[in-house]
């Protein structure tokens, strides 16, 4: 149990060694720039917006008060930022669902020389798969939501909660970004959850170490890449597509 959590937690790094390598790093870079374009313009507008805002309550401050716009600026800069920390992972996986699967089949095609059939479809095709895909996984995790949230409010039974919310945020990551691997070859979310059950330790370890992964500001930038590499790893080493497995 211990040594398949701790495999798990270790493919990140591996994922992480990957992304450079030929052919891998576009895959990684155009999502990555369109992130960055988008949350640059979004901070841009919203302090656009904000600085108007201070313009218009400056005139009607008091002299001794002027140290209040200052004030202001660094409240912004406070909320800006934690924002875009607890939302940068749920845009990131959104904008980037697309590419996931053109970097999980260049990742395979590194490392064992095979790329499969479903690394090939056109992008607005691609699109469509990962709006359903990623539709599933958040109904999924809504249903899951509703009984934590129960638990987190019942006293007494509360105090497990925190260890439940871990468990249950691991085990989604691990969703996520198993999913671009094993969906390449044509399995349905139950069949990547099913999969996933037979090697639970491992997903929970891979799940854990990407979601403190994305705890940590500016790394967080290249959690989806990472994880999506290093689970597209995991799957070719660990996880066999046949029924048997």
């Not at 607890?86 to 697309?98: D, E, Q, R």
Request: net charge positive; proline share 5%.
């Amino acid at each position: 149990m211990i040594k398949e959590f701790t495999s798990g937690a270790g493919y990140l790094l591996k994922g992480f060694a990957l992304l450079n390598k030929p052919g891998i790093r576009r895959y990684v870079i155009v999502p990555l720039l369109i992130n960055i374009l988008l949350f640059s313009g979004l901070i841009w507008l919203l302090s656009d917006q904000f600085g108007t805002f201070i313009n218009w309550l400056t005139p009607s401050l008091p002299n001794w008060l002027a140290w209040l716009t200052w004030l202001l600026w660094i409240i912004f800069a406070l909320c800006a930022f934690l924002v875009i920390f607890f939302s940068f992972t749920i845009i990131a996986n959104l904008v980037g669902a697309p590419f996931n699967s053109y970097l999980a089949a260049a990742v395979e095609l590194h490392l064992s020389g095979n790329k499969p059939a479903g690394g090939d479809l056109a992008l607005p095709a691609e699109i469509v798969k990962s709006i359903k895909s990623e539709t599933t996984k958040i109904l999924y995790a809504l249903l899951w939501l509703i009984p934590l949230l129960i638990i987190s409010i019942i006293p007494g039974l509360n105090i497990i909660s925190p260890l439940l919310w871990a468990w249950f945020g691991a085990w989604m990551l691990a969703l996520e970004y198993v999913d671009y691997p094993l969906g390449n070859y044509g399995l349905g979310f139950s069949e990547v959850k099913s999969k996933l059950k037979q090697h639970r330790w491992l997903a929970l370890g891979f799940g854990g170490a990407a979601t403190l992964a994305t705890m940590i500001p500016l790394v967080n930038f290249l959690v989806m890449p990472t994880a999506v590499a290093a689970a597209t790893k995991m799957r070719i080493e660990k996880i066999t597509l046949q029924q048997s497995d």
